[in-house]
């Protein structure tokens, strides 16, 4: 990352817009549920202050102040902040309270003064563990003593399970990007292909153990979407309520077990900011 924007071929990537559609459609769709479910587990009674950080287009800040909380989104790319007040607009009675161009290592956010931030995007994209720590520290200064972050990170094998599911281990370069993924976890796409774009994929205790060392004192570290986003007829599944009970019920099943975190293609570490 340059000092305030993505690096050039991250901002190209999210130019193409499809993140607006990311979590409506595909194995999206479980992500979303599950990251839902997992937020309000947490998430303290009563109305909160809530800092999406790298909040994209606004689909989790917008759910939040839907739901009567004070939410304020920071995203790197201009592209995502209009979109996500695009979104503040269409719920008038419950708008975001604010939506800024910024960075995670970097924000202009009062000291103390959050209840909760949501880190959902950044680490993966800041692909150097200093860099990581940084926006880990800013949150914790965001946040009241007792705050809480919400911290996710792509699996390290996302690319591997995501290349035997749909086939992709067929393109030799995709191979190779995968060699690389599993070597050292740093994923970068040289091809024209949709293969995503640079990151940083962890290990689950990797991520646990960088909330850690910011000072965090980490609450659960869960896998997010569970097996069922390998399933070829996940659409049709998703559609059944019955189906995506059953979907979500596998996830809840072994979000904790320690053996199998790595099947879901994020994970989710939810810690506790200790003091200030």
Not at 63 to 84: F, K, M, S, T
Not at 166 to 172: H, V
Not at 265 to 276: K, Q, T, W
Request: negative net charge; proline residues 6%; charged residues 25%.
């Amino acid at each position: 990352m340059e000092e305030t924007r993505l690096a050039p071929d991250v901002a190209a990537y999210y130019a193409r817009g499809g993140e607006v559609r990311r979590l409506v459609e595909g194995h999206g769709r479980l992500e979303l549920a599950r990251t839902q479910e997992l937020i309000l587990r947490h998430l303290p009674r009563g109305r909160a202050v809530v800092w999406d950080v790298g909040g994209g287009t606004g689909v989790y800040a917008c759910w939040l102040a839907a739901q009567g909380h004070e939410v304020h989104l920071v995203d790197a790319l201009p592209q995502h902040v209009r979109q996500a007040l695009e979104a503040s607009a269409r719920q008038p009675g419950r708008p975001l309270a604010s939506a800024a161009v910024g960075d995670a290592r970097r924000l202009e956010a009062p000291d103390a003064g959050a209840d909760a931030l949501l880190l959902l995007g950044p680490l993966y994209h800041l692909t150097e563990r200093l860099d990581r720590l940084a926006a880990l520290a800013e949150a914790r200064r965001v946040l009241k003593r007792g705050g809480l972050v919400f911290a996710a990170g792509i699996s390290r094998f996302a690319s591997l399970l995501s290349g035997v599911a749909e086939g992709l281990l067929r393109d030799p370069a995709f191979v190779t990007i995968v060699e690389r993924d599993l070597r050292d976890g740093r994923h970068a796409n040289p091809t024209d292909e949709d293969y995503f774009t640079t990151s940083y994929f962890h290990l689950p205790h990797e991520l646990e153990a960088e909330v850690r060392d910011a000072g965090f004192a980490p609450r659960e570290l869960v896998g997010v979407e569970g097996p069922g986003w390998l399933l070829a007829d996940l659409d049709a599944r998703w559609r059944d309520p019955a189906e995506r009970e059953r979907l979500l019920w596998a996830a809840r099943a072994i979000e904790r077990e320690p053996t199998l975190l790595g099947l879901s293609p994020h994970i989710l570490v939810v810690a506790d900011n200790p003091s200030h």
